[in-house]
Nanobody
Framework: HVQLQASGGGVVQAGGFLRLSCAAS????????VGWFRQAPGKEREFVLA????????SYADSVKGRFTISRDNAKNTVTLQMNSLKPEDTAVYYC????????????????????WGQGTLVTVSS
């Protein structure tokens, strides 16, 4: 059973930065791909970024390219989402999710592809 704990959310001004962490309680974390999704009020959950089990492959939504980066430390069972140049439209609850990786080259972008989800952490960007 996989447990994910997202943390690091808060309130920040536009142009600022935040770092979110996803901590996993699972054996063999280095076999899991991890994705970050977000859900703004009144909107559907959307893909943000994903990283494969080794950290060697990543995928980004166009809306965050050049501003957000994802990395992982398999020794610490954590995945980090670094968010820079934040915009008010980045305001959302951010969720991390995990699934056992099927291929080095493939990172999942659809929510239904993930089996395990954290509880979410709120990011609010003020203008």
């Amino acid at each position: 059973h996989v447990q994910l704990q997202a943390s690091g959310g808060g309130v920040v001004q536009a142009g600022g930065f935040l770092r979110l962490s996803c901590a996993a309680s699972v054996r063999a974390f280095n076999t899991y791909n991890v994705g970050w999704f977000r859900q703004a009020p009144g909107k559907e959950r959307e893909f943000v970024l994903a990283i494969n089990w080794s950290g060697g492959r990543t995928s980004y939504a166009d809306s965050v390219k050049g501003r957000f980066t994802i990395s992982r430390d398999n020794a610490k069972n954590t995945v980090t989402l670094q968010m820079n140049s934040l915009k008010p439209e980045d305001t959302a609850v951010y969720y991390c999710a995990a699934v056992i990786g099927s291929s080095y080259y493939y990172t999942e972008k659809a929510a239904h592809e993930y089996n395990y989800w954290g509880q979410g952490t709120l990011v609010t960007v003020s203008s």
